[in-house]
T-cell receptor
Framework: KQEVTQIPAALSVPEGENLVLNCSFT??????LQWFRQDPGKGLTSLLL?????REQTSGRLNASLDKSSGRSTLYIAASQPGDSATYLC??????????FGGGTRLMVKP | SAVISQKPSRDICQRGTSLTIQCQVD?????MFWYRQQPGQSLTLIAT?????????ESGFVIDKFPISRPNLTFSTLTVSNMSPEDSSIYLC????????????FGPGTRLTVL
């Protein structure tokens, strides 16, 4: 059974810092990995999708990497801003189109 | 991308009653899913809504408790039946496939509180 772990569970940083969120998964037989953002009481916003054949994806200040063989992904946020404060979730897709989610990293960026 | 709406956005219900949640997407999609997010926890897949046939349920979820309909490629409903306080969660509709490719998109969620 696939298990997804995110570290740290919570993170508080001053504005302007570069930061890294970590995601690990136990079964490397995945189709893709997706990073989401969730604001309190809201749904999920898709940030980046990395196919199993890819190593990284970039969107603006966000960069996600994938090392499928070691079961790891990182989300790098450059020059963090207070508006980046949210919970960040990673999810892996394997057979059957099912997404397995990690527990999330709750990020607070202080002005 | 996809624009997904859910109704209601939130509700407070009495124990023993049922609530039907609607999910509407602005384009035809191959896959529709229903997830649950219990307070302070991550998302758990309830079922895959299949057009024109019975939904496929994940372990721990059954049709009698969570009946699902999907009459066409843009609409689905999830009913939470005979509710108890343990059903208090956010219920999220998700779509993917077709013109959306491999990215999975989520609706805004329905926040359910059962008293």
């Amino acid at each position: 059974k696939q298990e997804v772990t995110q570290i740290p569970a919570a993170l508080s940083v001053p504005e302007g810092e570069n930061l890294v969120l970590n995601c690990s998964f136990t079964d490397s037989a995945i189709y893709n990995l997706q990073w989401f953002r969730q604001d309190p009481g809201k749904g999920l916003t898709s940030l980046l999708l990395i196919q199993s054949s890819q190593r990284e994806q970039t969107s603006g200040r966000l960069n996600a990497s994938l090392d499928k063989s070691s079961g790891r992904s990182t989300l790098y946020i450059a020059a963090s801003q207070p508006g980046d404060s949210a919970t960040y979730l990673c999810a892996v897709k394997a057979a059957g189109n099912m997404l397995t989610f990690g527990g999330g990293t709750r990020l607070m960026v202080k002005p | 991308s996809a624009v997904i709406s859910q109704k209601p956005s939130r509700d407070i219900c009495q124990r023993g009653t049922s609530l039907t949640i609607q999910c509407q997407v602005d384009s035809q999609v191959t896959m529709m899913f229903w997830y649950r997010q219990q307070p302070g926890q991550s998302l758990t897949l309830i079922a895959t809504a299949n057009q024109g046939s019975e939904a496929t349920y994940e372990s721990g979820f059954v049709i009698d408790k969570f009946p699902i309909s999907r009459p066409n490629l843009t609409f689905s409903t999830l009913t939470v039946s005979n509710m108890s306080p343990e059903d208090s969660s956010i219920y999220l509709c998700s779509v993917g496939g077709g013109t959306l490719g491999d990215t999975q998109y989520f609706g805004p969620g329905t926040r359910l509180t059962v008293l």
